[in-house]
């Protein structure tokens, strides 16, 4: 069954915003650290940001101060909010735990940035 649903990508300019959002199940949420990845053609998939339990975020160097990832514990969300975006964002956006397991990765969703 599907368990993590990722949405909210598209088009936009350089400099502009998006905001992606991952569906979760309850029992995947409540449990376990929560992390965004992405995978730009040609490259490996790499982790994004991770948003514990706790709360606590670690963020990838070239993303900081930009991405800001947080978790809506009433709707089993977590949410990934880019703002300053660079045509080297530009990547399908996956959500899943940390470390990532197999058999939740989902089908992403597709950032471009481009003018």
């Known amino acids: 069954q599907v368990q993590l649903v990722e949405s909210g990508g598209g088009l936009v300019q350089p400099g502009g915003s998006l905001r992606l959002s991952c569906a979760a199940s309850r029992s995947i949420f409540s449990n376990y650290t929560m992390g965004w990845y992405r995978q730009a053609p040609g490259m490996q998939r790499a982790l994004v940001a991770r948003?514990?339990?706790?709360?606590?975020?670690n963020y990838l160097d070239s993303v900081k101060g930009r991405f800001t990832i947080s978790r809506d514990n009433a709707n089993a969300t977590v949410h990934l909010q880019m703002n300053s975006l660079k045509p080297e964002d530009t990547a399908v956006y996956y959500c899943?735990?940390?470390?990532?397991?197999?058999?939740?990765w989902g089908q992403g969703t597709q950032v471009t940035v481009s003018s």
């Open positions: 899943n735990v940390w470390p990532p397991k197999y058999a939740y």
């Open positions: 948003i514990f339990t706790s709360g606590i975020t």
